[in-house]
């Protein structure tokens, strides 16, 4: 039941755009995104409940589409603060108390 | 200032000898939960709380323990600690159920199982 993410790692450049996607095999009302840094803690990022609407958070915005049951996130004029690991996590079935993360995905900025 | 706090941060245990990580929230949150995280896995849910006296397993239950007696704390316990239980541990709160709600994340403990 654990979202998969894809890719698993990514290097850019300063300024260069990257996706960042998220998908499930069961039904998702709701999308999570957190980005962690390294030896640091997760921090939220973004909530996408159903409706397939975008949220942004600086430049980076994602999107949700419950009939393809992903999430996509976008980061646009990518910075070195960007760096880290972006985790995506889905509620688990019929129960709000769990919240399954995918694997991650390592996103490296270099200048 | 809101926050998460756990302790201990690092901790190098032996096999077998019982410990206890403490996490304590001080934003009124109703809901708390333990991860743990290992390379290539991700976030793995142990336990949750979404309010006092109300625990329930996550993914990765076996081998810890929970109790959720006041609202703020929320301790993690290994009460026969084995090597395969060395990780990263958070815990995290959220003013309600995840599901709708922002986690707040403490700052990790580094756990050492030999």
């Known amino acids: 039941q654990q979202p998969v993410q894809s890719p698993q790692a990514v290097i850019l450049r300063e300024g260069e755009d990257a996706v960042i996607n998220c998908s499930s095999s069961?039904?998702?009302?709701?999308v999570h995104w957190y980005r962690q840094k390294h030896g640091e803690a997760p921090v939220f990022l973004m909530i996408?409940?159903?409706?397939?609407e975008q949220k942004g958070h600086e430049k980076i915005s994602a999107s949700f589409n419950e009939k393809k049951q992903q999430s996509s996130l976008y980061l646009t004029a990518s910075q070195l603060s960007y760096s880290g690991t972006y985790f995506c996590?889905?509620?688990?079935?019929?129960?709000?108390?769990?919240?399954?993360f995918g694997q991650g995905t390592t996103l490296q900025v270099k200048p | 200032e809101a926050q998460v706090t756990q302790n201990p941060r690092y901790l190098i245990t032996v096999t077998g000898k019982k410990l206890t990580v403490t996490c304590s929230q001080n934003?009124?949150?109703?809901?708390m939960s333990w991860y743990r995280q290992d390379p290539g896995l991700g976030l793995r849910q142990i336990y949750y709380?979404?309010?006092?006296?109300?625990?329930d397993k996550g993914d990765v239950p076996e081998g810890y323990k929970v109790s959720r007696k006041e609202k703020r704390n929320f301790p993690l316990i290994l009460e026969s600690p084995s090597p395969n239980q060395t990780s990263l541990y958070f815990c995290?709160?959220?003013?309600?159920?995840?599901?709708?709600?922002?986690?707040?994340f403490g700052e990790g403990s580094r756990l050492t199982v030999l």
């Open positions: 995290a709160s959220s003013l309600r159920g995840q599901a709708t709600g922002e986690l707040f």
């Open positions: 069961k039904a998702l009302y709701s």
């Open positions: 996408l409940l159903k409706g397939g």
């Open positions: 996590g889905t509620p688990g079935s019929g129960n709000t108390g769990k919240l399954i």
């Open positions: 934003m009124n949150h109703e809901y």
């Open positions: 709380s979404m309010n006092v006296e109300v625990t």
